[in-house]
């Protein structure tokens, strides 16, 4: 299958990102569907949460939608 060189690199966390510490370690962080309500102030805020939790060189991927 496709995911089996990753699968066993791959770990899925759920938490209220909000309010719960972020796991360390990890090399990439993904939002998926998570700023869109947040407002401007929330944003930042998570995003300098997120930084603190990521090595060096980590990536920050967001999938979000846009209204228009």
Same mark, same amino acid.
């Given at each position: 299958?496709?995911?089996? #060189?990753? &699968? #066993? ?6 938490? #209220? *990102? &909000? ?7 990890? #090399?990439?962080? *993904? ?10 102030? !929330? ?10 939790? *990521?090595?060096? !060189?980590?990536? %920050?991927?967001? &999938?979000?939608? *846009? %209204? !228009?």
């Amino acid at each position: 299958p496709i995911w089996a #060189d990753v &699968r #066993d690199r791959l770990r899925h966390v759920a938490a #209220d *990102l &909000r309010t719960e510490p972020l796991p360390k370690g990890a #090399d990439a962080v *993904l939002l998926s569907h998570v700023i869109h309500g947040m407002g401007e102030k !929330g944003v930042k805020k998570l995003f300098r949460k997120i930084a603190r939790a *990521l090595p060096p !060189g980590g990536l %920050l991927i967001v &999938r979000e939608f *846009l %209204l !228009g």
